[in-house]
């Protein structure tokens, strides 16, 4: 039987300099989830335009399910407008007051978050009041039924600040997080992050009650901490075109495995490698 997850959050078109991509971390993340083998509904908004029937499109040819994905009249599909660093690292300026921000919470996402193996959110999906109380009535039903609860920290100015932050690892049971936004979360929650990466993972999973913590380090690879210690894994080797989505799929591929039940240090071989293989192509998701 297929793993069932929930992804609720952002979905829009990365607007490059040389064409729209498909994109939103949680849109990335639900894709490659359901590539990957699992059962997968996204929660989110898109606007009624062509942006919006496009995207419903993409979510369609990846498998994902898209039944709680509301139509709106009177907001546009999110975008997002992108530029290439030499090195292929991304810069963002996100459109604001998209449909995403608006979708509103209502008995059948209560149901499908009821019945499912795995609760997705990150702080980006959260900017929006409709869509953050919506969230959080989803976390809630999955804490209850004792869940695994993956947050992607996405940190994306301005839409965040100490509270957010604060809040959302508060109500994950699992934290993906990248070396570039450790110390902002240090500064968020209080932490000294003077004494090493390691320190500090197992400083955040401990104030919190985490079941693990995980971060990537880009080329480098990722650190896993978990109750009894921790597992690291070296990069894998890649052909650079860009780096858009490869943190979505990496958190992807982990909650597969973990969901399957597979050791730590193949849960993070498994989403190295699969990450390394994104940014071999453009864009976040195989066309």
């Known amino acids: ?21 498909f994109g939103g971390a949680t849109a990335n993340y639900a894709c490659h989830a359901s590539i990957l083998g699992a059962d997968v509904h996204m929660v989110s908004g898109v606007g009624e335009d062509e942006r919006g029937k496009a995207l419903l499109q993409v979510y369609r040819k990846h498998g994902v399910t898209i039944d709680l994905v509301q139509v709106m009249k009177d ?4 975008v997002v407008h992108v530029e290439l660093t030499e090195t ?20 059948q996402i209560a149901r499908i978050v009821t019945n499912a193996d795995a609760l997705y959110f990150g702080t980006l999906g959260q900017r929006g009041q409709s869509a953050r109380v919506g969230i959080r009535k989803a976390l809630a039903i999955a804490k209850d039924q004792n ?6 920290i996405n940190l994306r100015a301005p839409f965040f600040d100490d509270a957010l932050i604060r809040e959302s690892i508060a109500l994950c049971s699992i934290l993906k997080i990248s070396d570039e936004e450790l110390e902002r979360v240090c500064q968020a929650c209080d932490i000294d ?27 480098e690879g990722a650190i896993l901490v978990h109750a009894n210690g921790m597992v690291e894994q070296s990069g894998i080797p890649a052909n650079l075109v860009d780096t858009v989505g490869a943190g979505d799929s990496f958190t992807a591929s982990m909650t597969m495995g973990l969901l399957q039940g597979k050791e730590y240090t193949e849960i993070l ?15 976040a998701v195989p066309d």
């Open 193 to 219: 992050s003077s004494g090493g990466d390691l320190n500090i993972l197992g400083e955040l999973r401990t104030k919190f009650g985490l079941y693990l913590v995980v971060m990537t380090q880009g080329a």
């Open 147 to 152: 869940m695994q609860r993956i947050l992607d």
């Open 75 to 78: 907001y546009p599909t999110g």
């Open 1 to 21: 039987m297929k793993k069932r997850i929930v992804a609720m959050g952002d979905g829009l078109w990365d607007l490059f300099p040389d064409g729209p991509r």
């Open 88 to 107: 292929g690292l991304p810069t963002f300026t996100i459109g604001e007051n998209a449909a995403w921000d608006h979708w509103k919470w209502n008995e």
């Open 269 to 283: 071989a498994d989403a190295c490698q699969i990450a390394a293989g994104v940014c071999s192509h453009a864009g």
